[in-house]
């Protein structure tokens, strides 16, 4: 199992500076990925960075580390834009970006979406995200592509140059369960990102559950990503969660570092600490 951090873009953590170093920090102590929220508002008057250009600086300050944003809501974004930013992203990082892509939160948080006039119908969200997704991944290519769907088109284009990665940059779908159709979706994909809707974290024995569901839809054995969020003390301390959720099947362990976790020194010196490998 790997380990990343999982941290906001505002508040304390919407600085592209502060998260470059914080990005840095993670990678000298031995983390595997960096990985930043997705928003463009919040409902109280906070700091906050755009993810992309966060992500650059980060690209920019790091070597090794695994890093994207978690999650775009791809419905509120051109994909062809989104498209050219990753490649170009891709490319800087040397082939460490992961492209999380989802729907957009659970409650649809008006203030991101009716208050810009997005679309608000989680159906037609859906709809719009599967569209994209085949967008992103056909200019991704760097061959020709063309598309017609009910919600995009693309008339002929090419866009050089393509990702460092291939095929192409590795898709994780998020999802809250029990409803399916996300989880069918990542399995088309190449990771999915479980988010729980009753409680802080997905419980081990519904990871399994979810694990089993995704891998009954996948066309073949492939390698596949299975992201858990958690919190964990430094060093080896109360990893128990850690060792079930890695039985259960996850793949990558994001330690999720906030402010209501205590101040931003204090969720850096977490980050210094290491990861809970097990």
């Known amino acids: 199992m790997r380990y990343g951090i999982y941290v906001p873009n505002f508040g304390d953590y919407g600085d592209a500076r502060r998260l470059a170093a914080l990005a840095r920090d993670a990678e000298d102590a031995r983390w595997d990925g960096f990985f930043l929220w997705d928003h463009v508002a919040r409902p109280f008057a906070t700091d906050m960075v755009d993810p992309w250009i966060a992500l650059t600086a980060i690209a920019m300050a790091t070597k090794t580390i695994r890093i994207g944003a978690l999650v775009t809501p791809l419905p509120r974004r051109r994909p062809w834009k989104v498209a050219r930013e990753t490649a170009s992203l891709d490319q800087l990082s040397g082939g460490r970006l992961v492209f999380g892509a989802g729907t957009g939160s659970a409650g649809g948080r ?132 850690v060792v079930a959720t890695r039985a259960a099947g996850a793949t990558w362990w994001l330690e999720r570092v906030h402010g209501d976790r205590g101040s931003f020194e204090e969720m850096r010196e977490r980050v210094r600490q290491g990861p809970p490998r097990v």
């Open 110 to 241: 008006a203030v991101e979406w009716a208050s810009f006039g997005e679309q608000m119908d989680a159906r037609m969200r859906g709809a719009m995200l599967d569209e994209g997704l085949e967008i992103l991944t056909g200019l991704w290519s760097g061959a020709p592509f063309q598309f017609r769907g009910k919600h995009y088109h693309v008339d002929e284009a090419l866009f050089l140059p393509r990702p460092v990665q291939f095929p192409r940059i590795p898709i994780w779908v998020a999802g809250y369960w029990p409803n399916k159709s996300p989880f069918r979706r990542a399995a088309r994909w190449d990771g999915v990102f479980p988010l729980a809707q009753t409680s802080a974290f997905v419980p081990p024995e519904q990871l399994r559950e979810i694990v089993a569901y995704v891998r009954a839809q996948r066309a073949d054995a492939s390698p596949f990503d299975v992201v858990a969020l958690g919190v964990t003390s430094a060093g080896r301390a109360d990893t128990d969660r």
